[in-house]
């Protein structure tokens, strides 16, 4: 049976009444995998627009959607959400940095992503909306020359994380920038976390939902190359199938080298 969808807009109405304009959702996926990226998406909404509609159908968290379900509900994120996107880390980048900074650099992409896909949007329909932060810093700008080197939003902009812990907006640590190049300068907005929040908050949903699309995807399509260790089906997780392919045959380039990814080693070993 499908998992009812979200509908409950409360905490965005809260932020609305707060003084905020926009809301940027923002989840993880792929964390305790032993291959593939990192994975992290992001959902940029109007705040005012959101609370105006519905909630279309079938948004929950993605671990409660089938794999239909989630295909389904990804086209309504991107027709819904004011802009969307996923950002995602490399495992010898993970293996280099740490989940923490590796969460932190995906979702820095993603956000990058995002903004390149707004300011597109906006300068074609002629404005890029209020959201944009100008590269010096003000707020959002209506030519699409200025909007399109901005970097970052404005302070009427806040992010919802999901879980207790804000990796997304963790100091940078030196060793880190030559990984992050133009990731590094991004001016993040304000984050605060909302613990379960891909099962109760809507633009967390959003975000839980096109984040595991797109990287379910990439290990579909990376086992193409790497059959015998079952990433069609277990996405790169530790399942018994995976773990006795990496005994048989050794890791992969796709591996993530600081994970102990021996058959007796559990899936969540080597988290930072």
């Known amino acids: 049976m499908a998992a009812r969808g979200l509908t409950d807009l409360s905490v965005e109405r809260g932020l609305l009444s707060e003084g905020f304009d926009f809301v940027i959702g923002v989840d993880e996926v792929g964390r305790g995998a032993l ?17 105006a509609a519905e909630v279309p159908a079938g948004i929950h968290d993605s671990k409660q959607l089938s794999a239909q379900s989630r295909q389904e509900a ?9 802009a969307a996107a996923v950002g995602s880390t490399t495992p010898a980048e993970l293996d280099e940095v740490g989940m923490t900074m590796a969460l932190n650099l995906a979702g820095r992409r993603a956000m990058l992503s995002m903004l390149g896909e707004w300011v597109g949007a906006g300068s074609a329909a ?15 700008s209506e030519g699409s020359g200025e ?26 640590t030196l060793d880190t920038l030559g990984i992050f190049g133009d990731c590094a300068d991004l001016e993040l907005p304000p984050v605060r976390t909302v613990v379960k929040g891909d099962g109760s908050v809507p633009a967390i949903a959003a975000a839980s939902i096109v984040a595991k699309v797109a990287r379910d995807e990439t290990m579909i399509a990376l086992a ?11 996405v790169g997780y530790g399942t018994v199938k995976h773990r006795q392919g990496i005994t048989e045959l050794g890791p992969s380039i796709h591996h993530r080298r600081s994970f102990r990814l021996s058959v007796d080693t559990g899936a969540k070993e080597g988290l930072s």
């Open 35 to 51: 291959a593939g990226p990192v994975s992290v998406g992001v959902a940029l909404f109007d705040l005012r627009a959101l609370i």
């Open 74 to 82: 990804t086209d309504r994120v991107r027709s819904w959400a004011t």
């Open 126 to 140: 002629g404005s890029t909306g209020n959201a944009l932060a100008g590269s010096d810093g003000s707020g959002g």
């Open 147 to 172: 909007a399109a080197s901005a970097r970052g939003f404005t302070e009427r902009t806040m992010v919802l994380l999901d879980g207790r812990h804000d990796w997304l907006s963790a100091p940078l």
């Open 224 to 234: 193409e190359a790497h059959p015998h260790y079952g990433w069609e089906s277990n």
